[in-house]
């Protein structure tokens, strides 16, 4: 099983922990990656809103790549995955539009011909993998664990474009928590937004909902979230003081990355799971499993 590799902005940046089990987990699964080293950002949705045919410009020049290399292109960043993947039903459904995006790139040499897929690494795994052959993976159960899944916004939404799981019922992330032996928390909040596109004009607003989301989580016995999206990741983790402050709660809940999870149950360190990088500490989680920070 091989993939390019698509690692967007997050995990080369704010989340290098993100990068770092990612590359762990998935030799250990056996998926190769070629990492696409010369992509650009997708445009986190952003760059659509300014000038929606460069944003499908940027993210068809990076499926040209992946295309070039006869690979599909994995994602890491729910983000990403729901950015890339509706620019690309776009592109492959909608008459006229790529012949006329890829006169937009013609001056750099390039052509998409619409041949590529893109999948997060939680499709990959629940869709292809396999969650019985993760499940022959995992060497340190984490059976003590009760884990709250949080899928944000991108990776469900627009359904039509994305099409893997339910946006309002999805049982993708609580498949793969139940494989590593884990408990799943069911909440409402786990397909609400984290306030991530809201924190730099509506602080208040998005620590709110961070609160509320993280409330909702704890209050059903959670120890701690995992989010397949990097910018919830970052909101939920950054923004949780501030938010416990807002709502008068001690929060203290560790939000893992997904591979960081996956990792943990395949006997990876925290160390080389990247889990000191974290704001809120994991040390309570990695009590619970026996382990040390």
Request: glycine share 8%.
């Given at each position: ?86 620019a690309n039903h776009r592109l492959k459904t909608e008459e006229g539009l790529l012949d006329r995006i890829n006169l937009m790139l013609a001056p750099e ?185």
């Amino acid at each position: 099983m091989k993939y390019a590799l698509y690692t967007g902005c997050a995990a080369k940046g704010a989340c290098p922990e993100l990068y770092q089990s990612t590359m762990h987990v998935t030799k250990r699964l056996g998926i190769e990656v070629v990492e696409m080293l010369n992509a650009s950002c997708c445009g986190a949705g952003v760059i659509t809103e300014a000038d929606p045919d460069l944003a499908l410009a940027i993210n068809a020049r990076t499926f040209a790549q992946a295309e070039a290399l006869g690979l599909n292109i994995m994602t890491i960043c729910g983000t990403c995955q729901g950015v890339m993947g509706m620019a690309n039903h776009r592109l492959k459904t909608e008459e006229g539009l790529l012949d006329r995006i890829n006169l937009m790139l013609a001056p750099e040499g390039v052509k998409y011909n619409g041949r590529v897929e893109v999948k997060h690494l939680l499709w990959i795994i629940v869709g292809e993998i396999g969650v019985e052959a993760l499940q022959r993976h995992v060497t340190r159960p984490l059976e003590n664990l009760r884990i709250a899944p949080f899928y944000g916004c991108y990776i469900l939404r627009p359904s039509k474009y994305l099409g893997f799981d339910d946006p309002e019922n999805p049982v993708s992330l609580e498949k793969v928590i139940s494989a590593l032996s884990a408990h799943p928390v069911d909440y409402e909040g786990k397909t609400k937004c984290c306030g991530f596109p809201l924190v730099l004009e509506k602080e208040l607003i998005a620590i709110g909902m961070v609160g509320a989301n993280l409330k909702e989580a704890k209050d059903e016995g959670a120890d701690a979230l995992v989010t397949p999206c990097p910018l919830c990741h970052m909101n939920l983790d950054i923004y949780q003081e501030r938010a416990g402050k807002k709502i008068g709660e001690k929060l203290a809940l560790p939000i893992f990355h997904l591979p960081q999870l996956i990792g943990l149950a395949m006997g990876f360190t925290p160390k080389e799971l990247g889990l000191p990088h974290h704001l809120v500490s994991t040390e309570n989680v990695v009590e619970k499993i026996q382990l040390k920070v």
